[in-house]
Every structure is written in C-alpha cells, then in structure tokens.
C-alpha cells in the first residue's frame, strides 16, 4: 500500500481558513439504531439541498465526520468517494440501507424459544456471525483508504490486544501513514460490538514497510458519543498550525459549529436498579431480560459525559447555538435495541427518527444533570433548518474567500 498523503485536491470542502467555522458532524454508535440519526440527516440534506441545489450533500459542509460503530459506517457513506468523485451515498439512502440489509445483518431467530436460542448464543460466542455485513462493507466501499475521504472523518475504535483506544483520523495520516487503512477494515473494526458481532483483525502497512496489526472492537467501547474525540483532532491540528486552520487559535471553541446525533436510547425507562444489580454475577451484567446491562451502561455514560462536557464548554463560551444536541432517551421495548431487526421494529425507528424531529430542542441542566427544552429553541427540525443556513453561508463565504486568496474560483 502507498500511502499519497492527505492534500486539499482529496476534499470538497474549503479548509476553515476561508471562513469563520468549523463545522462537525458526530453520529453515535446504536446497531440498527443507525435509522433515527438516518432519518435526521436526510432532513438536514434536504434542507441544504433547498438552499443550494440538489446535488448538496453532507460531505460538502462539514469539515469533520465523526462516527462510531454504526456511526462510523454512516461516516463512510457519507464521505466516501464514488467514480464520480461525489458522496457514495446521499443522506436520504441510508434508511433504505438499514432496511434491506438490517435483517442479513442480524437474523432474527423466531418462535417461542428464540429469546432462549439468542441468550444461549452470546454465552458461547459472538450472537452473530458478520460474515454478511463484513462483505457488504467491502463491497460498498471496494479498495477506499482513510486518506480518499471526500472530507476528512474520525472512527473511534477499541483494540482488544493492547487494551487501548485507536483512533482513525484522516488528519494522522502524513504523521503516521500505517493508520491509513481501507475504510472496510476500519468500519468493521468499530462495528464489533461485543457479545453481537466477533472481534476483527487485520493488518496495515505504508510505503516505507512498516507494519501494524489491528484487533478490534465496537468503538462504543471507548467513545460511543465521538463529538469530543473530532474536537480533540482538529485542535491538535489547531496546536500544529496546520495552516488550513491558521489562524485560529488553540481554544477559541466559540467557533466550533456541532451537530451531534445519538441513536436513542432507553435511558429514561428505569429498566435496572441498584436493588436487582445488587445481585448480578458476570452472568446477569452481560445477559437480563435480553439486554446487556454493563454494555448499555458504559456506553450511555460514555455518551452523556460528552454532551455533558460540550454543554459545559458552548455555554461558558456564550456559544449555545453552535451547538445542537439531538438523543431520544424515551425509547422502549425492542426499540432500544441494537439487533432486533424484525420489519415491524426496523419501520417503528423510522417514525421514532421522524417524530425525534418534531420534538423540541433539548439541552442539560448542568446542576440537575435533566435534560430540558431549550426557551425559544423550537424544534429539532426548526433547529437543523437553521444549522442549514449556517452550513451554506459559510461554504458560500469560503468559496468566495477561497476564490479570491488562490487568484481563482477553480478548485
């Protein structure tokens, strides 16, 4: 493998020294909970699309794409390249993604005794195979490697062998080129979700020889809620003085804009308490009543500790606005799941991605730790309406600054 490096002639989008943001897009990890941030991006595509035209994709607007486990899959739909140089996917085709293949991915066993089989299945191995998702990955994104995004992205993934985090970022690419690896390996290494889908390894080498190996699992494990990991990439890119980024300084966050979408989750349920897991064993933290209490837990808190974090450092910052959160913590039964991917489940995510549209904008109480309505923040949709408006202005201002500090309006 040759490693060519990262230049400005791989991105669609201007670099953020022609304008005023940053921009960031996060997308959590969730399994087939994928549908409810699909639903919302192909209504923030929409949006750009009415404002300028309809070839606008998300790659076009965003200077980082951040994703984990499923999020990093959307990641790599939305950023990687087709032979026509544009997004492999538009926003609105990664509903009807998950719809098709959901099913392949995670076959549902039925009957009276399918809850029993499933339970069974994760005591003694991976619930699933991944032999149908590994190929459809490497089908759909071929021979693309990290540095071939059409904008740059950040996978969070958990190596098992050496019990730490690696992170693929397409800004690590000229400073440690083994990293660059095909976008395949690195979806399906963040989507190993333990106790679903088995641990993956590969290998990776750059045009010097150098050699590394991977062992991978669910990036859930290590950043289930990737927003602050993106933030913490481009500010060490701010530190370097990379001069895409110059001359921003290292901490001016104020002109941070971030959208930042969760999967939905159960939270607000009460399904455990301390009463029950009082009296769990490894048994009953990894399997209760088709669950997987410490799994849910680690994730959830990964994610709320992020939001919690961005909230704290937007509002010191007076920078509320450039800062949309949407998560629905109000989803129940099989809805919460992450591999029941029966049709009557798979369509239920898609009215709650529609319905997570129409609810108002929500924000953490920093003292009570609640989340509340945003006063005057309208909707979710209002919001991302908005947040379009923002995204076309300044790649409209960056296009004209671009024009005019090259000595032309080419690319």
Not at 31 to 60: K, N
């Amino acid at each position: 493998m040759e490693n060519t490096g990262r230049t400005r002639s791989h991105v669609n989008v201007r670099p953020p020294n022609c304008g005023n943001l940053i921009t960031i897009l996060s997308i959590d990890g969730g399994g087939i909970r994928g549908i409810i941030p699909g639903v919302i991006l192909a209504y923030l595509e929409s949006q750009l699309q009415e404002l300028d035209g309809e070839e606008a994709r998300i790659a076009d607007y965003f200077d980082v794409i951040a994703g984990t486990s499923t999020g990093g899959l959307i990641t790599a739909m939305l950023a990687a390249p087709n032979e026509n140089h544009r997004p492999l996917y538009a926003a609105k085709d990664i509903v009807p993604f998950y719809l098709e293949n959901s099913p392949k991915i995670f076959p549902q066993i039925g009957g009276p005794f399918g809850g029993v089989v499933n339970a069974f299945k994760t005591l003694i191995g991976p619930g699933y195979d991944g032999k149908y998702v590994q190929q459809l990955i490497k089908s759909n994104l071929g021979s693309t490697r990290l540095h071939q995004t059409l904008t740059s992205i950040v996978v969070p993934t958990f190596d098992i062998k050496i019990l730490q985090p690696v992170i693929f970022s397409t800004y690590q690419v000229t400073d440690n080129p083994v990293v660059d690896a095909l976008l395949s390996d690195i979806c399906i290494g963040t989507s190993a979700a333990p106790t679903f889908l088995p641990a993956y390894y590969f290998k990776n080498s750059d045009a010097q020889g150098n050699e590394r190996e991977f062992n991978l699992i669910d990036g859930g494990i290590a950043a289930n809620n990737p927003t602050l990991v993106a933030v913490s990439e481009v500010t060490k890119q701010v530190m370097k003085k990379n001069p895409d980024f110059f001359p921003i300084k290292p901490m001016d966050y104020g002109r941070f804009l971030v959208i930042s979408l969760g999967t939905g989750s159960d939270k607000n349920e009460h399904t455990y308490n301390a009463k029950m897991a009082s009296k769990w064993g490894v048994f009953g933290w990894l399997y209760y009543k088709g669950s997987t209490p410490l799994i849910k837990a680690v994730n959830q808190a990964s994610a709320d500790m992020v939001d919690f974090h961005n909230s704290v450092v937007f509002q010191a910052l007076h920078s509320d606005d450039n800062y949309l959160r949407i998560q629905d913590d109000t989803l129940t039964g099989a809805l919460s799941s992450v591999a029941t991917a029966t049709k009557q489940n798979l369509d239920n995510l898609v009215k709650v991605g529609e319905e997570v549209l129409k609810k108002p904008v929500l924000r953490v109480n920093l003292t009570s730790g609640d989340y509340e309505p945003v006063e005057t923040g309208g909707t979710n949709m209002d919001a991302l309406t908005r947040f379009a408006k923002l995204l076309s202005d300044e790649r409209k201002l960056r296009d004209a600054n671009f024009g005019r500090m090259s000595g032309s309006t080419s690319y």
